[in-house]
């Protein structure tokens, strides 16, 4: 286990229970990644509302397990990040915390993105639950060799700088790249400084609006503000608007996340009025 996260204090078990693995014997291996990676993002959805409803986000273990798993919530890529990390660590994998670059047309992206790099059956693999609309599974580290999971399609290419590459999905055709990731050693103090980047300034869209996504094998269905889209293989989007009654009902129908009487209020005073 890594010395430089505190990953003693995750409760395992609840964890297991949490994505529905309760149980189960888990050796560290390449299929027992897969099961795992399916399982959390089957199980805990992405999303920012700590952000709107004025709490903000915190981003040590303790905190995130009390959000992520003890009051089913979900949360975004340093609370996912660090969560299955720590699991992975506890469960005999080899686990790289590693920042990335989201990508943009300008090339000028902050470090604002925490994935992971894991080994399993002696490869390495690129496990990220945490980016919204994440690889369904681990996607292989091998260089410009495309890798189908289900009906999606990954690659990973060298960046444009120095130990530094990217990974991208096929979408409509086309290589679109998602995100560029740095080769350097990141600790629990780069997450707290990224996080408060992302969590508290005004550029960061995260402070803009409501993002609820959930990841299925089959599609990602996603709120952003009151647009509720269904992204399906391909990049084939169906989208519409939702009045406020029918974002609550989205909420906690198709993304199982409850809130208390004031707390939706405060959810759809956030919500545009346009």
Known sequence: MS??????????????????????????????????????????????LDIVLGRGIRVDL????????????????????????????????????LLARVWRPDGRSPRTH????????????????????????????TE????QIGAWTYDVVPGDLPRTWMLRELQAGEWVTQYTVEEASVYPID???????????????FTQVPIVVRREPEAIRSLRDRVHTVTSPGHVKQRR????????????????????????????AGLSRA
């Open 241 to 268: 608007d939702l009045s406020d009654a029918e974002w609550m009902d989205a909420l906690e129908e198709e993304f199982g996340l409850a809130f208390t009487g004031s707390e939706r209020n405060r959810l759809i």
């Open 144 to 147: 410009g060799v495309p890798c």
């Open 191 to 205: 997450v707290v400084l990224s996080n408060h980047y992302t969590s508290t300034h005004p550029d960061s869209w």
């Open 62 to 97: 303790e905190s995130i397990q009390a959000k992520l798993v003890g009051a089913r919530r979900g949360g975004y890529c340093f609370e996912h990040g660090q969560l299955f990390g720590a699991a992975l660590d506890r469960l005999g994998f080899g686990v790289d915390r």
């Open 3 to 48: 010395d430089d996260w505190p990953v003693a204090e995750l409760d395992l078990d609840a964890y297991l229970d949490r994505v529905g693995l309760g149980g189960q014997s888990l050796p560290a291996t390449g299929q027992t990644l897969g099961l795992l990676h399916r399982a959390h993002l089957a199980a805990i959805p992405f999303e920012n």
């Open 114 to 141: 925490l994935t992971l790099r894991v080994v399993a059956d002696g490869e390495s693999w690129l496990c990220d639950v945490g980016f919204g609309s994440s690889p369904a599974g681990p996607v292989p580290l």
